[in-house]
């Protein structure tokens, strides 16, 4: 069983940054592939961005491209989010999720299915202001 504990959520007005933080439990988090989701209520939860166990490889949603970066430290079984000229639009509750031993490109392939990916944290909440 994999923990996953977000934090780093908060207000912050538009133009402005924010990093998130997933910190996993586990001895295995370095064969584990990394993702960041978010939601808003009443509506269906979004893929944000994505990176391979040794960080060779990273996936962006279009809507993170050129403002988002995803990165990771093995080291301490984090996972991060830099989350740079943040909109409006980018206020919803974000979702660290682990997926075990999984094939880059599948997991690509299926980014936003019911089990690209196996364990979800509890979130956190990012509010950006106008």
């Known amino acids: 069983q994999v923990q996953l504990v977000e934090s780093g959520g908060g207000l912050v007005q538009a133009g402005g940054s924010l990093r998130l933080s997933c910190v996993a439990s586990?001895?295995?988090?370095?064969?584990?592939?990394m993702g960041w989701f978010r939601q808003v209520p009443g509506k269906e939860r979004e893929f944000v961005a994505a990176?391979?166990?040794?960080?060779?490889?990273?996936y962006y949603a279009d809507s993170a491209k050129g403002r988002f970066t995803i990165s990771r430290d093995n080291a301490k079984n984090t996972v991060y989010l830099q989350m740079n000229s943040l909109k409006p639009e980018d206020t919803a509750v974000y979702y660290c999720?682990?997926?075990?031993?999984?094939?880059?490109?599948?997991?690509?392939?299926?980014?936003?299915?019911?089990?690209?990916?196996?364990?979800w944290g509890q979130g956190t909440q990012v509010t950006v202001s106008s």
């Open positions: 999720a682990a997926k075990p031993g999984t094939v880059w490109s599948r997991l690509v392939a299926g980014i936003g299915g019911p089990t690209a990916f196996d364990y």
């Open positions: 586990g001895r295995s988090f370095g064969s584990y592939a």
């Open positions: 990176i391979s166990w040794g960080a060779a490889n990273t």
